[in-house]
């Protein structure tokens, strides 16, 4: 039986539109937490500005458990988390879950390693001119590491872009799930191709724009 292609097209972009809602979302909520979470490591660490070893150990092995965590694994494993937060473990906004607590603690540790290439006299500097812990975070920090952030982002969306398409794997749509329905599952060679030159696409345009965004920044 021939596949009807007729049918296939409406439901790819249907697929493309879950894909971007996923990442999209997911990418806005992980950067909302994920920034602070790397500010807070960098401050607390020995010697930082606001030193608290406690908070960077508790902090620093929280990240790790996450980032070890396959993010197959993780979408099973936290099924009655994401219940509770709304309502369904199955579908796109379900999958946007798992994805936010994979990436959130993966752009910390991106952010942290970004700020500790900050030179240490910028902050001795402001130390020195009396800045308040807030404004070194907020005026020297963070400014200058701001090329190597929007870098470590593009990074974070890209592994972002992958990630939903392994959710597509477990019910979440998006292009992943195309994949596995049309093209593994119906053995679908030209579908599985599209859907793979789809997300290199999208991973070509994310990386061009982090790429020219961040050497734009850094001519500043």
Known sequence: MAFDWSWFWPEFL??????????VVAF???????IPVGVILVITRENGILENKWVFNILNVIINIFRSIPFIILVVAIIPFTRMIVGTAIGTTAAIVPLVLYTAFYIGRLVENS?????KGTVELAQAMGA?????????????????????????????????AMAGAVGAGGIGDLAITYGYNQF???VMVITVVTLIILVQLVQSLG??????????
């Open 211 to 220: 790429n020219i965004l961040s050497r734009r920044i850094r001519r500043k």
């Open 132 to 164: 308040t812990p807030w404004q070194i975070i907020w005026r020297f920090l963070l400014p200058e590491a701001l090329g190597s952030i929007v870098l470590a982002l593009t990074i974070a969306i890209i592994g972002l872009i992958g990630a939903s």
């Open 115 to 119: 700020l500790l290439e900050v030179d």
């Open 188 to 190: 679908k060679t030209a």
């Open 14 to 23: 249907t697929a493309i539109n879950q894909t971007l809602y996923m990442v």
């Open 28 to 34: 806005i909520i992980s950067v909302i937490i994920g």
